[in-house]
């Protein structure tokens, strides 16, 4: 029927977008560095829009080009409210189906009563307690997320800047931000689209629409971590629900149904399943929905967690995958200075290696270059939940 190629197309649709999110999100990270998911990323981001603008100047021409092209600035190239407006629909559309189509089947024969605790008697008052506390958990840690500033660096702040990390050599060096004019500190990252200065950058998130650094990390990783139990919570409970409506229509035992013939044909399991669903496109369409992205963010999740405890941010990890091409390319040493107790680790061009007479030796293997910002996992973890504010020079003096 019309309608089933319908909710077909909007699940297909749904699952392109996952699909897309997941290469956009994992796609530069070095777990994937080599794999099919980091190639996915390189086509998606390059070959396609170079593709897409030699086809439009060939068929539309330069005109119509540099309008596109300023549309896409415009989306992608600084701060806009699109798509964080975009993600609150999205997300209470979500709640709506499922209070409105989900909810009325909690308890049932696979999820117990405590789901969806009823207080009041024939009052009829109604507390979802562990659903209420984890959506909003979700929902505080984005407004957090969104709402808090994210180390952004003033010309006051700068120096407190400064003084948080040291200038390790390798990846920072002391030098002035080209754009804000002032000095850049160590970890920092001036952001195109918020226009300053972030300290201890992570990366620019459209859907916060706003930066994750150090001063707002934690209610970035407390979001993500909400969302995956959301989105996996969600779907176990949509799951019971499909389950139960299998014995609300009769179609748990030996359901019978007839073919174009006029046959009695036996539902399987499957296609019981499969019945519901198309029964009820919107639980069909918010199922598919969760069971992408509760992987998608999971990982996601982890990955954040991860890079967190082993002290770098994923604006950090370019850098470091540099240090790894720049180790093939034999230009990586442990250099000892005369005013330095220990070696450290700098990148020594082939036609300076001449002049530069310092004794040293090179480096073969990146794990034998150690990282100046890891303090261990536990206090790389309290940096960022507890992170240090950074002081004006008018709050020094």
Excluded at 3 to 22: D, N
Excluded at 175 to 197: E, I, L, M, V
Aim: aromatic letters at 10%.
């Amino acid at each position: 029927t019309l309608w089933s190629v319908t909710v077909a197309c909007v699940l297909a649709t749904l699952l392109v977008f996952g699909l897309w999110v997941f290469v956009l999100i994992l796609g530069p990270n070095r777990m994937f560095r080599g794999t099919m998911v980091e190639r996915a990323y390189y086509v998606v981001t390059e070959t396609l829009p170079e593709a897409l603008e030699r086809w439009a100047r060939g068929s539309v021409g330069d005109a119509v080009t540099v309008h596109a092209e300023r549309v896409w600035s415009a989306l992608f190239g600084r701060r806009n409210p699109l798509f964080q407006i975009l993600a609150i629909v999205l997300y209470w559309v979500g709640l709506g189906v499922f209070f409105a189509q989900v909810a009325p089947f909690i308890p049932n024969r696979y999820a117990a009563s405590w789901h969806w605790q009823v207080l009041g008697g024939s009052t009829g008052g109604v507390t979802a307690i562990p659903i209420s506390v984890t959506l909003a958990a979700n929902i505080g840690s984005y407004i957090a997320a969104c709402a808090a500033d994210p180390g952004v660096i003033t010309a006051a702040t700068v120096d407190a800047a400064c003084r948080q990390f040291a200038y390790d050599r390798l990846l920072y060096f002391e030098r002035d931000c080209r754009t804000c004019q002032r000095r850049k500190p160590a970890r920092s990252k001036h952001c195109s689209a918020c226009g300053h200065c972030v300290q201890m950058m992570d990366h620019h998130c459209i859907w916060l629409n706003n930066c994750v650094g150090l001063g707002n990390a934690r209610w970035f990783l407390a979001f993500l971590a909400t969302f995956s139990i959301v989105c996996v919570y969600g779907a176990w409970l949509l799951g019971t629900v499909v389950l139960e409506l299998r014995h609300v229509r009769g179609l748990a035992s030996g359901a019978v149904i007839w073919d174009e013939l006029g046959q009695p044909v036996e539902l399987s399991f499957k296609s019981s399943i499969l019945y519901v669903l198309d029964d009820s496109p919107l639980l069909a369409v918010l199922l598919v929905l969760l069971l992408i992205l509760a992987p998608a963010i999971g990982v996601f999740t982890a990955y954040q967690l991860r890079i967190t405890m082993l002290g770098y941010t994923s604006n950090e990890e370019s850098k470091w995958l540099n240090v790894a091409d720049a180790i093939r390319d034999g230009v990586v040493f442990a250099v000892r200075e005369s005013d330095a107790a220990h070696e450290i680790i700098q990148v020594i061009e082939k036609e300076d290696q001449d002049a530069d007479r310092r004794p040293r030796r090179p480096i073969a293997y990146l794990g034998d270059v150690p990282n100046a910002y890891h303090r261990g996992a536990w206090d790389n973890l309290k940096l960022v939940l507890y992170p240090p504010p950074l002081v004006s020079k008018a709050h020094l003096s």
